[in-house]
C-alpha cells in the first residue's frame, strides 16, 4: 500500500478548494495531443513533467512540457434550472508515477474520501488500481494491485458501523469484499450451484447492490446476463433475474441500487437494472418479480445512485441523466452523443462534452463525481450551483 501521511479534512468541506488545480494542469499539459497509443510513446514527455519516478532511455530537460497560461477558464456551467453544475474536467488526477487505464468506478466513504477503480495503463509505473483522494481531490494513498487489468465495479456501503468496499474484477472474475485499506474480507468466484452456468469462465460480474438486509445483488453484466442473490458473507443464496429481454428479464444487467423511494412501482425496497443490453432501466422486487421500465431519457445506462427525490444515471451513450421521482428526466448533463472519441488524443475532447460515462455518484455535498470508460481515464467534477 502506498500510504500519505496527511489528515482528512473535516466534514462538511465543500470540494469548491482547488488545491490540486496546479497538478490537473500538469496533467493536462502531459496528456494534450495523446490517445491511448501516444500515451506509451510520450513516455519521456511524461517524466519531465513530473508523472513518472524514473526518466526512461532517452529522456532529456529538453523534453519537457512547456508552462501552461496560468489565466483561469471561465467557468462552464451546464443543466437547467434546479439543476445546475459546474463542469471541472479531470478534476482527481494521477499520482505521481500513475498513469490512469480506463476508469471504472468511483465511491466516497463516511469522512469524504474517494475511491477511483481503474484498470492501470500498461505503462504506469505505480500498478495499484485503487487510489484514494480528500475530499478535495488531493492524493491520500492507493492499493490494489491485484485488481489491475479488471477493476470494474467499485461499491461502497456500512455494515453495521464498518464501512467496506465491493470490487467486481471483471479480469478475474470475482466479486471481492475489502476494508476501505484494501484487506480482503471474501471473494465470491462463478456460482456453479445455482446451475446458470456450464463453466466458471460464463461468469463475469460487473456491479452490486445492497438489500436492506444485508443482501448482495449481483449483477452478471459481461457474463451470461443473470442477477444473483449473495449473502453479506460472500455465500450464494439464489437466482433473481435470468437473461432475456422480456418482462423480468435482462441484458447485461450492468449496474443496480436498491432505490427505497416512494415512486410508480411502489413504495417499499425495489431493485433498479441498468439493463443495458435492452436500453432500459428495469425496476423488480427484491425476490426478481418485474414492476415496470424505465425508458425515456434512458439509452445505455450503465449504474444508477439515488439521492433525495432523484436518480442519477450516467450512460455510456455519452450523458449523465438526472430522472425525478417518476422516472421522467429532470436533466441530461454534457451530452456527447454520438462520440467517436473513446481513444482520440485528449485535445480531441469537447469542454463540457461526456465521452462515455461509466460510473457516477453523489458527493455528500450534493456535487457529481463521474468515471468515463477512456483508456486514459478521465474523472470530471460537476459543481452545483446556486
Not at 483561469?72 to 443543466?79: N, S, Y
Not at 433498479?272 to 443490453?277: F, K, P, Q, S, T
Request: proline letters at 8%.
Amino acid at each position: 500500500m502506498n500510504e500519505h501521511a496527511r489528515d482528512d479534512r473535516a466534514p462538511g468541506t465543500h470540494a469548491t478548494h482547488d488545491t490540486n488545480a496546479s497538478e490537473r494542469r500538469a496533467f493536462l499539459a502531459a496528456v494534450a495531443g495523446l490517445g491511448a497509443a501516444g500515451l506509451a510513446a510520450s513516455a519521456a514527455r511524461r517524466a519531465a513533467a513530473g508523472w513518472l519516478t524514473t526518466d526512461p532511455p532517452g529522456a532529456s530537460p529538453a523534453a519537457a512540457v512547456p508552462p501552461v497560461s496560468a489565466k483561469p477558464a471561465p467557468p462552464l456551467v451546464v443543466g437547467p434550472a434546479g439543476a445546475r453544475f459546474e463542469v471541472v474536467h479531470d478534476w482527481l488526477v494521477p499520482p505521481k508515477g500513475c498513469m490512469f487505464g480506463d476508469t471504472h468506478g468511483v465511491a466516497q466513504d463516511a469522512k469524504g474520501n474517494v475511491y477511483l477503480a481503474h484498470t492501470v495503463h500498461p505503462e504506469s509505473t505505480l500498478r495499484d488500481a485503487v487510489i484514494v483522494y480528500s475530499r478535495d481531490g488531493s492524493f491520500l494513498r492507493s492499493f490494489g494491485k491485484e485488481f489491475a487489468g479488471g477493476a470494474h465495479g467499485l461499491d461502497l456501503v456500512d455494515e453495521g458501523g464498518t464501512e467496506f468496499l465491493y470490487h467486481c474484477d471483471t479480469a478475474r472474475r470475482l466479486v471481492v469484499k475489502t476494508a476501505l485499506d484494501g484487506t480482503v474480507a471474501w471473494e465470491a468466484g462463478c456460482p456453479m450451484q445455482s446451475g446458470a452456468y456450464a463453466a466458471a469462465g460464463e461468469w463475469c460480474p460487473t456491479n452490486v447492490a445492497f438489500g436492506p438486509d444485508g443482501t448482495v445483488f449481483v449483477g452478471d453484466g459481461y457474463g451470461k446476463s443473470f442477477i444473483h442473490a449473495f449473502s453479506p458473507k460472500g455465500e450464494w443464496k439464489s437466482v433473481v433475474a435470468r437473461p432475456g429481454a422480456g418482462k423480468g428479464e435482462v441484458s447485461c444487467p450492468h449496474g443496480m441500487t436498491v432505490d427505497l423511494r416512494k415512486g410508480p412501482f411502489g413504495d417499499g425496497p425495489k431493485l433498479a437494472v441498468a439493463d443495458r443490453g435492452n436500453r432500459r432501466i428495469q425496476y423488480l422486487s427484491l425476490d426478481g418479480r418485474h414492476l415496470g421500465f424505465l425508458a425515456e431519457g434512458v439509452r445505455m445506462p450503465c449504474d444508477m445512485k439515488v439521492r433525495g427525490d432523484r436518480m442519477l444515471v450516467p450512460d455510456l451513450e455519452s450523458v449523465v441523466t438526472i430522472l425525478g421521482p417518476d422516472g421522467t428526466p429532470v436533466a441530461q448533463l454534457c451530452d456527447g452523443h454520438p462520440s467517436s472519441l473513446r481513444g482520440a488524443a485528449r485535445e480531441s475532447f469537447v469542454p463540457g462534452r461526456f465521452v462515455h460515462p461509466h460510473d457516477a455518484i453523489w458527493l455528500a455535498n450534493g456535487d457529481i463525481l463521474v468515471a468515463e470508460w477512456v483508456p486514459i481515464g478521465r474523472v470530471t467534477l460537476l459543481r452545483a450551483t446556486a
